[in-house]
């Protein structure tokens, strides 16, 4: 069974600085897809990245950014340029990739808190 | 984000009780979940529906039952809770297209007390 590991309860960082918020996962699968989400206070919880396993370049989206090392089974976060609004808990999840409906295992979460 | 919304936002209900927690989703998928978010717990898949049909059922007590009457709309209905069923339920959707990634998105949630 597939497992996903957040080491890290609660983070903080201030803002403008860079955090690197870390993740592992266990599986026996080549074929996969990892995912960052964040849950803000609101509570809706919002795609921040996402990677597929086969690609070798680590994945970007503006501030967000992740270091995927495949032989590791390490995926972490890393922010860039810390804003306010990253305040949240971040889920790092992982999907099998397969021809029917699929199931994301997510990991505990991390709770990162942006300082002024 | 309006794209999954869920009905209502907060819910207080006694052990006899019956209600129902209802999700739409408006942004043209074909597959729908609800997930129990619990403290200092990972998500925990609850039910798959996959074109209508439920495709996974993972172990939950029967005191929850899905309904899903279309492709838009999910219900989760609840009776004879248990304190420890108190949570946070999230509904989401993703377009199933056979082996591509299909990115789930989320609703707000509903935050279930049960007294």
């Known amino acids: 069974a597939q497992t996903v590991t957040q080491s890290q309860p609660e983070m903080s960082v201030q803002e403008a600085e860079t955090v690197t918020l870390s993740c592992t996962y266990d599986?026996?699968?080549?074929?996969?897809?990892l995912f960052w989400y964040k849950q803000p206070p609101s509570r809706q919880m919002i795609l921040v990245i996402r990677q597929e396993a086969y690609k070798q370049q680590n994945a970007t989206e503006n501030r967000f950014s992740v270091n995927f090392q495949k032989a590791a089974k390490s995926f972490s976060l890393k922010i860039s340029d810390s804003q306010l609004g990253d305040t949240a808990m971040y889920f790092c999840?992982?999907?099998?990739?397969?021809?029917?409906?699929?199931?994301?295992?997510f990991g505990t979460g991390t709770r990162l808190q942006v300082f002024p | 984000e309006t794209g999954v919304t869920q009905t209502p936002r907060h819910l207080v209900m006694g052990m006899t009780n019956k209600k129902s927690l209802k999700c739409e989703q408006h942004?043209?998928?074909?597959?729908m979940y609800w997930y129990k978010q619990s403290a200092k717990k990972p998500l925990e898949l609850m039910f798959v529906y996959s074109l209508e049909e439920r495709v996974e059922n993972n172990s939950v007590p029967s005191r929850f039952s899905p309904e899903c009457p279309n492709s838009s709309h999910l219900f989760l209905h609840l009776h004879t809770l248990q304190p420890e069923d108190s949570a946070l339920y999230l509904c989401?959707?993703?377009?199933?297209?056979?082996?591509?990634?299909?990115?789930?998105?989320f609703g707000p949630g509903t935050r279930l007390l049960v007294l």
């Open positions: 999840a992982f999907m099998r990739l397969s021809y029917n409906t699929d199931k994301l295992i």
């Open positions: 989401a959707s993703s377009q199933e297209y056979g082996g591509r990634v299909k990115t789930q998105y």
């Open positions: 942004l043209g998928h074909n597959a």
């Open positions: 599986t026996s699968e080549n074929n996969y897809y």
